[in-house]
């Protein structure tokens, strides 16, 4: 079942002789469940894709879909909602609210949504993090693994659509970068998440079930295994 459907996406910096075309006529489709890794070198457009499909960064023509919604015909609010409940976001420096504990930045979006935590599944979620002893640590009384730990937790606390990561692996060393793409595969295996991660790690890119490949703003390859 189709989860994510991106027509004709183009994202254009500026204007005249200094206009920048981070995205040209980008389309895609993908599968509820898929593991995608979005490789390319730097400047090719991949963060810039990835925000857009977050609904952080407006394309300048095009259509994002995300289970049937076409995002970007929502206003400024619905899209503030829809983004935090359906699309999950991890970030290469966690974005971790500095005054907030571990059980506070994880439920951050069910807060700000003025939802009920679900605590079988907030538990559930810190047990398979690892977690359960640092549930009111600080983000700078935590290790950069344990934070970005915290930082999946809270992309998959109101269980999105989407989970998008942008390197979520680059500040990390080799042990901990091994342990958190392992929980990101938990997450795509025991929920069913979809799952799109930018990395330029190629052991990463190849633990994936597809590879698209970008360059220029274009997508160059397009690679199932």
């Known amino acids: 079942m189709e989860i994510l459907r991106v027509e004709n996406l183009a994202k254009v910096y500026g204007s005249g002789e200094t206009a920048v075309r981070a995205l040209d006529d980008v389309s895609l489709s993908v599968e509820k469940g ?24 407006r394309p300048s023509s095009g259509q994002v879909f995300i289970d049937g919604i076409d995002i970007y015909k929502l ?12 699309v999950g976001l991890i970030y290469q420096f966690y974005n971790l609210i500095p005054v907030l ?20 599944r907030l538990s559930e979620i810190i047990g398979i993090l690892g977690l359960g002893d640092r549930l009111g640590y600080l983000p700078n009384q ?4 344990q934070q970005q730990r915290v ?16 390197e979520p692996t680059g500040n990390l060393d080799s042990k901990n970068s091994t342990e958190i793409i392992e929980l990101l595969k938990l997450s795509n295996k025991k929920y069913n ?3 799109l991660v ?13 590879i698209i490949t970008m ?9 199932r295994r």
């Open 142 to 145: 935590l290790s950069g693994g």
């Open 198 to 210: 930018i990395t330029h790690d190629q052991n990463i890119a190849l633990q994936a079930d597809r």
């Open 151 to 166: 930082s999946i937790g809270r992309a998959l606390i109101n269980n999105p659509a989407l989970v998008l990561a942008d």
């Open 34 to 57: 898929e593991f995608v890794a979005i490789v390319g070198p730097s400047g090719s457009g991949k963060s810039t894709l990835l925000h857009i499909l977050g609904g952080v960064d």
């Open 101 to 120: 504990n571990v059980e506070e930045n994880i439920t951050l979006p069910l807060l700000l949504d003025e939802r009920k935590v679900d605590k079988s």
């Open 215 to 223: 360059a220029d703003g274009r997508i160059e390859g397009d690679i």
């Open 75 to 86: 206003n400024e609010t619905k899209l503030a909602i829809f983004r935090r409940r359906q």
């Open 193 to 195: 998440q979809t799952l």
